[in-house]
C-alpha cells in the first residue's frame, strides 16, 4: 500500500475471519429483510448463460442453470438472506485471509484509490499465487457492521472495502463477464 490517506489490513487469523464471516452473514440477512433492498437486487441478477455485461449471473451465487432464470423472480419475493449469508459465510472462513482496505477521510477520490489498491493486490495474488479473490461488501455498507469490523482489525481508519483471497472452497466457477474497457474509459 502506497496510498498514505489507507489503511490495509490483511487478516490471517482464522478467529478474525470468522468474525468478519459472521458479520457478512449477518449484514446479509438485514439486507434481505427489506424489500425495497430485493427489488432492486432482483433486477441485476442475470440468469447463467446471459450475455449482458452487467449484472450477476446466478452462477455467481452457486445457483444451478435451471434455478438461474428463476432467481430474480425468488429473490424480489422471498427472502433468501440468510442461505445466502449461510453460503457466504462458508466461503469466506475457507479463504485464507480477509482483506480490509479502510480510510481516514472517505471522499470519491480515495475510492478510487481504494480500488486501484484492491485491484492490485488481487492481480498479483492470482499472478504471484494463484489466489482467488472474492468480493463482500455487505458487512461494509449495511447497518452498524462496520464499525464491529474496525475493532476486529484494530483500526482507526472506517473500513470501506473487504474482499478475501486464498483457495477458498467454492467449486470450480467460471469467470463473470466483463465490458471491455474501451467502453468505460474516458480520455
Same mark, same amino acid.
Given at each position: 500500500?502506497?496510498?498514505?490517506?489507507?489503511?490495509?489490513?490483511?487478516?490471517?487469523?482464522?478467529?478474525?475471519?470468522?468474525?468478519?464471516?459472521?458479520?457478512?452473514?449477518?449484514?446479509?440477512?438485514?439486507?434481505?429483510?427489506?424489500?425495497?433492498?430485493?427489488?432492486?437486487?432482483?433486477?441485476?441478477?442475470?440468469?447463467?448463460?446471459?450475455?449482458?455485461?452487467?449484472?450477476?449471473?446466478?452462477?455467481?451465487?452457486?445457483?444451478?442453470?435451471?434455478?438461474?432464470?428463476?432467481?430474480? !423472480? =425468488?429473490? @424480489?419475493?422471498?427472502?433468501? #438472506?440468510? /442461505?445466502?449469508?449461510? +453460503?457466504?459465510?462458508?466461503?469466506?472462513?475457507?479463504?485464507?485471509?480477509?482483506?480490509?482496505?479502510?480510510?481516514?477521510?472517505?471522499?470519491?477520490?480515495?475510492?478510487?484509490?481504494?480500488?486501484?489498491?484492491?485491484?492490485?493486490?488481487?492481480?498479483?495474488?492470482?499472478?504471484?499465487?494463484?489466489?482467488?479473490?472474492?468480493?463482500?461488501?455487505?458487512?461494509?455498507?449495511?447497518?452498524?457492521?462496520?464499525? !464491529? =469490523?474496525? @475493532?476486529?482489525?484494530?483500526? #482507526?481508519? /472506517?473500513?470501506?472495502? +473487504?474482499?478475501?483471497?486464498?483457495?477458498?472452497?467454492?467449486?470450480?466457477?467460471?469467470?463473470?463477464?466483463?465490458?471491455?474497457?474501451?467502453?468505460?474509459?474516458?480520455?
Amino acid at each position: 500500500n502506497d496510498f498514505e490517506d489507507l489503511r490495509l489490513n490483511i487478516e490471517t487469523d482464522t478467529e478474525k475471519i470468522e468474525r468478519l464471516a459472521f458479520f457478512t452473514a449477518n449484514s446479509l440477512g438485514d439486507a434481505y429483510a427489506k424489500e425495497t433492498f430485493r427489488g432492486e437486487l432482483s433486477k441485476w441478477i442475470i440468469n447463467n448463460i446471459s450475455k449482458r455485461p452487467d449484472g450477476i449471473p446466478g452462477y455467481s451465487m452457486r445457483m444451478p442453470f435451471l434455478l438461474s432464470f428463476a432467481l430474480p !423472480k =425468488i429473490i @424480489r419475493f422471498f427472502n433468501v #438472506g440468510h /442461505i445466502l449469508g449461510k +453460503l457466504n459465510y462458508e466461503s469466506i472462513v475457507s479463504s485464507s485471509a480477509g482483506v480490509v482496505i479502510s480510510a481516514y477521510s472517505p471522499n470519491p477520490l480515495v475510492w478510487l484509490k481504494i480500488g486501484r489498491l484492491a485491484e492490485r493486490i488481487m492481480l498479483h495474488a492470482w499472478a504471484m499465487m494463484e489466489l482467488k479473490s472474492s468480493i463482500y461488501v455487505a458487512s461494509i455498507e449495511i447497518g452498524e457492521y462496520a464499525k !464491529k =469490523i474496525q @475493532r476486529v482489525i484494530g483500526s #482507526g481508519a /472506517i473500513p470501506q472495502f +473487504l474482499f478475501c483471497i486464498g483457495r477458498m472452497n467454492n467449486k470450480k466457477i467460471k469467470l463473470t463477464q466483463r465490458w471491455h474497457p474501451r467502453h468505460k474509459m474516458i480520455v
